[in-house]
């Protein structure tokens, strides 16, 4: 059964210092990686999705990348703004199946 | 595009009631949908996996009688929490994946907080 972690489960930093959100995973033997979002109360915001073909995927200020031979992924927030605190979910998909980290909640001080 | 809706967004209920949730794709036929709870402050769990037309899959330790799951056209899913009691009380969220789905992508719904007095 795969298992997901994601340490630290809560992180507190200053506006524009740089956010790095890690992510591991039991089985690599996995077919996409996704990022998500997710805002107290609300639902999930998909963020970006890595093919396990793929070492790293960019968005705006995000770029996520992987290592499934090691079992991890890690999230950058290039130059935090307060508007990205929320909660940040890593779901790795086995086949259909998509199987969720626990999250890190960020908070990004103004 | 790959837009998902869910219906209600909140609702509160008498315990020993039962409560349906809606879960719609928009702009797309949903060949697969899911069903996940969240608790407070931990991760979405799988509840159970719907074909169109076809039985759910439920995970292990999820009851199929205290959670019917109804996926009768390509467009909606509907998740019925039968004679619900306060440990019923939770997020719940959809997700839909379509024949077009890259990579097997799961679009998820705004969810649908259920507390249960």
């Known amino acids: 059964k795969q298992e997901v972690t994601q340490i630290p489960a809560a992180l507190s930093v200053p506006e524009g210092e740089n956010l790095v959100l890690n992510c591991s995973f039991t089985d690599s033997a996995i077919y996409n990686l996704q990022w998500f979002r997710q805002d107290p109360g609300k639902g999930l915001t998909s963020l970006l999705l890595?093919?396990?073909?793929?070492r790293e995927q960019t968005s705006g200020r995000l770029n996520a990348s992987l290592d499934k031979s090691s079992g991890r992924s890690t999230l950058y927030i290039a130059a935090s703004q307060p508007g990205d605190s929320a909660t940040y979910l890593c779901?790795?998909?086995?086949?259909?199946?998509?199987?969720f980290g626990a999250g890190t909640t960020v908070t990004v001080r103004a | 595009g790959a837009v998902v809706s869910q219906h209600p967004s909140w609702v509160i209920c008498k315990s020993g009631t039962s409560v349906k949730i809606e879960c719609r794709s928009l702009d797309f036929q949903a060949t697969t949908m899911f069903w996940y709870r969240q608790f407070p402050k931990q991760s979405l769990m799988l509840m159970a996996t719907?074909?169109?037309?076809?039985?759910?899959?439920?995970e292990q330790g999820v009851e199929k009688d205290k959670f019917l799951i109804n996926h009768a056209s390509l467009t909606l899913s509907t998740l019925t929490v039968t004679s619900a009691h306060p440990e019923d009380s939770s997020f719940y969220i959809c997700?839909?994946?379509?024949?077009?789905?890259?990579?097997?992508?799961?679009?998820f719904g705004p969810g649908t907080r259920l507390t249960v007095l």
């Open positions: 890595i093919q396990s073909s793929q």
């Open positions: 997700s839909a994946r379509g024949l077009f789905s890259s990579y097997n992508e799961q679009f």
């Open positions: 779901a790795v998909y086995d086949d259909y199946k998509l199987s």
């Open positions: 719907s074909n169109e037309g076809s039985k759910a899959t439920y």
